[in-house]
């Protein structure tokens, strides 16, 4: 079964970082695309960074330069580094494991989320 567990969100102000874990169990993780999506009070959710199985690191163009994401395959842990921090970050931030060559909002493999707030 597989499983997903973020942590690492936070409150911060305008410009300060956080970083994001999702510890990752049940399956092989070359095997899939993990993703980073989040959702905001009254949008819908969106892609904001990815591990594709298919062609590497993809990132949302809001996002470029400030986000990165890794992954730790000997701990199956991937990573969010949120950098210079903007209050239009403030969503709930989930973690999703995709069987596809890349991330969709079509998996069912999701955590719980995790809460970040960037105020000004």
């Known amino acids: 079964e597989v499983q997903l567990v973020e942590s690492g969100g936070g409150l911060v102000q305008t410009g300060w970082s956080l970083r994001l874990s999702c510890a990752a169990s049940?399956?092989?993780?070359?095997?899939?695309?993990i993703g980073w999506f989040r959702q905001a009070p009254g949008k819908e959710r969106e892609g904001a960074a990815c591990?594709?199985?298919?062609?590497?690191?993809i990132y949302r163009d809001s996002v470029k330069g400030r986000f990165t994401t890794s992954s730790d395959n000997a701990k199956n842990t991937v990573y969010l580094q949120m950098n210079s921090l903007k209050p239009e970050a403030t969503a709930i931030y989930y973690c999703s494991a995709d069987a596809r060559a890349f991330c969709t909002n079509k998996t069912t493999n999701w955590g719980q989320g995790t809460q970040v707030t960037v105020f000004s």
């Open positions: 049940g399956f092989t993780f070359n095997d899939y695309s």
């Open positions: 591990i594709s199985r298919g062609i590497g690191t």
